[in-house]
């Protein structure tokens, strides 16, 4: 249960997060973002950097004209419970 509820608070934080192109060095919560590595229909996964550890990671974050739509949020943080509960060595979420 208490993975249930970092997970949302996770998923709440980053869920809010809209854009179709940031600036390198945006702040996304804790990370600061970097280069564009890929875009999709829902969203942009960029390179980031942990701002307190420096540990590299991966951010997506929605597009803005989807953010606004509850429904697509929901989704968005339902893939970030889901992601989470997986367990590969290429996945890693220090929530």
């Known amino acids: 249960m208490a993975d249930d509820a970092r997970t ?11 854009t179709s192109s940031l ?3 945006t702040l996304a ?5 970097g280069a564009l590595l890929a ?3 829902c969203g942009s996964v960029y390179w980031a950097c942990q701002r307190h550890t420096e540990c590299p990671a991966a951010v997506k974050v929605l597009h803005e004209r989807l953010a606004a739509m509850p429904n697509i949020v929901q989704r968005f943080t ?18």
């Open 8 to 18: 949302s608070a996770f998923a709440e934080r980053h869920a809010t997060l809209a």
């Open 23 to 25: 600036p390198r060095g």
């Open 29 to 33: 919560g804790d990370y600061v973002l």
């Open 39 to 41: 875009r999709a229909g």
């Open 78 to 95: 339902r893939e970030v419970h889901v992601v989470h509960l997986l367990g590969h060595p290429n996945i890693v979420d220090k929530g």
